[in-house]
T-cell receptor, first 111, second 112 residues
Framework: QKEVEQNSGPLSVPEGAIASLNCTYS??????FFWYRQYSGKSPELIMS????GDKEDGRFTAQLNKASQYVSLLIRDSQPSDSATYLC???????????FGSGTKLNVKP | DTGVSQDPRHKITKRGQNVTFRCDPI?????LYWYRQTLGQGPEFLTY????????KSRLLSDRFSAERPKGSFSTLEIQRTEQGDSAMYLC??????????FGPGTRLTVL
């Protein structure tokens, strides 16, 4: 079992729709959770961080964390073609020096 | 631009040669990380420094790999006797304490 699991996609949504990206993790000791966006050939770019259960909103992005279910999600409202990229979920256990990334979900936003 | 820089951006080498990559983190960040990423995969953790101390090293890092961070500033990652399987993007990230990691542009290594 991988430490972080993501559906590889591609997830296709029309422009203006809500894109929902999901991630599950295996280590219950996980403390910090991050979403990164990665365009083809580029390095990961930080979008959101979340540390406690519930929702965290930043502009068009909402991160959701449910530690009981070991589940993190990212919602992108009013999706734009420029949001088309691979979205990486990262789970960090700083106390144990463990840093895990999922393989990413490819999102296509169609005009 | 996150403020993390890496050099070189691209490196092509022949199998068996040694290569060295450099990373300059965001100036106030005391933590520095190296990852490796291959096509279709997420970044895989290689090693991690807090200031000049190397705190963790992945099992992925064979004896051919070594990393240093003298004086807690820039870091170097050296691969000795490169193999074709070493071809990947090598990513450096930095963070301030136990916080968000910001990535540099990466060094793409191709081993012929």
């Amino acid at each position: 079992q991988k430490e972080v699991e993501q559906n590889s996609g591609p997830l296709s949504v029309p422009e203006g729709a809500i894109a929902s990206l999901n991630c599950t993790y295996s280590d219950r000791g996980s403390q910090s959770f991050f979403w990164y966006r990665q365009y083809s050939g580029k390095s990961p770019e930080l979008i959101m961080s979340i540390y406690s259960n519930g929702d965290k909103e930043d502009g068009r992005f909402t991160a959701q964390l449910n530690k009981a279910s070991q589940y993190v999600s990212l919602l992108i409202r009013d999706s734009q073609p420029s949001d088309s990229a691979t979205y990486l979920c990262a789970v960090i256990l700083y106390n144990f020096n463990k840093f895990y990334f999922g393989s990413g979900t490819k999102l296509n936003v169609k005009p | 631009d996150t403020g993390v820089s890496q050099d070189p951006r691209h490196k092509i080498t022949k199998r068996g040669q040694n290569v060295t990559f450099r990373c300059d983190p965001i100036s106030e960040h005391n933590r520095l990380y190296w990852y490796r990423q291959t096509l279709g995969q997420g970044p895989e953790f290689l090693t991690y420094f807090q200031n000049e101390a190397q705190l963790e090293k992945s099992r992925l890092l064979s004896d051919r790999f070594s990393a240093e961070r003298p004086k807690g500033s820039f870091s170097t990652l050296e691969i000795q006797r490169t193999e074709q399987g070493d071809s990947a993007m090598y990513l450096c990230a930095s963070s301030l304490a136990l916080d968000e990691q910001f990535f540099g542009p990466g060094t793409r290594l191709t081993v012929l």
